[in-house]
Nanobody, 127 residues
Framework: VQLQASGGGSVQAGGSLRLSCLVS????????VAWFRQAPGKDREFVSN??????????NYADSVKGRFTISRDNAKNTVYLQMNSLKFEDTAVYYC???????????????????WGQGTLVTVSS
């Protein structure tokens, strides 16, 4: 199983970016996929996840990004996206996508809920 994250870059505050997570080795619609981020000197934190289609396929968000970020899935491309709008300086981090082999009853917002990780893509927001 491999996850390839891309789409990061440098943007001014208020701008937008779209991150992509290309999955191979798993059919993305059948698994929960999440985005986490890690800022320098901080722990990796949950950003958003999208449930497997059989459980509704809905997206969940951290309070800090709710209303600004949108997670989506393209089954034909086996890719999960994170559309990030109204970016803030505090969104600066390396963003990682993760995939969980198991479906858990809880919100699945912990790093250890996920079994596979992409390499990360850097998002830098200048104020």
């Amino acid at each position: 199983v491999q996850l390839q994250a891309s789409g990061g870059g440098s943007v001014q505050a208020g701008g937008s970016l779209r991150l992509s997570c290309l999955v191979s080795g798993r059919t993305v619609s059948r698994y929960n996929v999440a985005w986490f981020r890690q800022a320098p000197g901080k722990d990796r934190e949950f950003v958003s996840n999208i449930r497997r289609a059989a459980y509704g396929g809905n997206g969940n968000y951290a309070d800090s990004v709710k209303g600004r970020f949108t997670i989506s899935r393209d089954n034909a491309k086996n890719t999960v996206y994170l559309q990030m709008n109204s970016l803030k300086f505090e969104d600066t981090a390396v963003y990682y996508c993760g995939l969980a082999d198991r479906h858990l009853a809880g919100p699945m917002t912990r790093t250890y809920d996920y079994d596979y990780w992409g390499q990360g893509t850097l998002v830098t927001v200048s104020s």
